[in-house]
């Protein structure tokens, strides 16, 4: 049974970097792409990124220019990197699995505030 | 960017209705279309994938068709779990985008 768990910072300050965790169980990392998701009351869901099996990654455009994603096989665990975060980004923070999300962690609130 | 529309924003049923639920997109995206099931608190959970098929699990009252633009999620007889906010995704396009969602309420 795969299951996702997200981890990290629930408060992170203004222009600092949100940094997230995704630990993966039931599966491997190598086996599937790995995505992270937001949610936010104003913006509704929206996809952050994807990384695929290769480990290449396809960020969205508007979060591009601060968005960073990698993977650790080792731990079998996927990571998220956000800089220079504003109030706009305090979200619901998911990981999820493959090109439609068949798999869904619990999902972690990251508030942005100083 | 592909813009998806849902409709109807809410939707009231009974226990026992059918449920027809439907997702515009504003460009073809073939068959790369998803349904969720979002209850408050949760995350999502998958229903539909490759815009007909049921993810694992999911009873044989969900059901889903369409192609290209226009798609529909259809719930035969609507049990009392199934009261839910439900979201389409695509994910041919580059970035994936997400419905506003379609709310089943009693």
């Known amino acids: 049974q795969v299951q996702l768990q997200e981890s990290g910072p629930g408060l992170v300050k203004p222009s600092e970097t949100l940094s997230l965790t995704c630990t993966i169980s039931g599966t491997s990392i190598s086996r599937h792409n790995w995505n992270w998701i937001r949610q936010s009351a104003g913006k509704g869901l929206e996809w952050i990124g994807r990384?695929?099996?290769?480990?290449?990654?396809n960020y969205s455009p508007s979060l591009k220019s601060r968005v960073t994603m990698s993977g650790d096989t080792s731990k079998n665990q996927f990571s998220l990197r956000l800089s220079s975060v504003t109030a706009t980004d305090t979200a619901v923070y998911y990981c999820?699995?493959?090109?439609?999300?068949?798999?869904w962690g619990q999902g972690i609130l990251v508030t942005v505030s100083s | 960017e592909i813009v998806l529309t849902q409709s109807p924003g809410i939707l009231s049923v009974s226990p026992g209705e059918r449920a027809t639920l439907s997702c515009r997109a504003s460009?073809?995206?073939?068959?790369?279309l998803a349904w969720y099931q979002q209850k408050p608190g949760q995350a999502p959970r998958l229903v539909i994938y490759?815009?007909?098929f049921r993810a694992t699990g999911i009873p044989d009252r969900f059901s889903g068709s369409g192609s290209g633009t226009d798609f529909t999620l259809t719930i035969s007889r609507l049990e009392p779990e199934d009261f839910a906010v439900y979201l389409c995704h695509q994910y041919l396009g580059s970035p994936d985008t997400f419905g506003p969602g379609t709310k089943v309420d009693i």
């Open positions: 490759a815009a007909s």
């Open positions: 999820a699995s493959g090109d439609s999300f068949d798999h």
């Open positions: 460009q073809s995206v073939s068959n790369y």
């Open positions: 990384m695929f099996i290769n480990r290449n990654t």
